[in-house]
């Protein structure tokens, strides 16, 4: 059974960092990453990086937001620093070979 179990996730101040990781099973997966998904918003791509270790940011988060994975251990982390207010989200891991998995989600919120 393949699972994505996230963890991480909490309540920091604007400018604060917060690291996410999540741990995979059942599989190994060809591209592993982050979305998130704020309220009343569309679900949107934050980073992804594939085995090769080829990384994809979304613009809003580049400069401040790295992601890394350890193939070895099959996880991926996802290093958040300069946190803004708009960063708060529902974050979930995602992994994809043949088909897309998804993680539960984990609560990243950023008071002003």
């Known amino acids: 059974q393949v699972q994505l179990v996230e963890s991480g996730g909490g309540l920091v101040q604007a400018g604060g960092s917060l690291r996410l990781s999540c741990a995979a099973s059942g599989s190994i997966f060809s591209a592993m990453g982050w979305y998130r998904q704020a309220p009343g918003k569309k679900r949107e791509l934050v980073a992804t990086?594939?085995?090769?270790?080829?990384?994809n940011y979304a613009d809003s988060v580049k400069g401040r937001f790295t992601i890394s994975r350890d193939n070895a251990k099959n996880t991926v982390s996802l290093q958040m620093n300069s946190l803004k207010p708009e960063d708060t989200a529902v974050y979930y891991c995602?992994?994809?070979?043949?088909?897309?998995?998804w993680g539960q989600g984990t609560q990243v919120t950023v008071s002003s």
């Open positions: 990086i594939t085995t090769g270790g080829r990384t």
């Open positions: 995602w992994g994809t070979i043949v088909r897309t998995y």
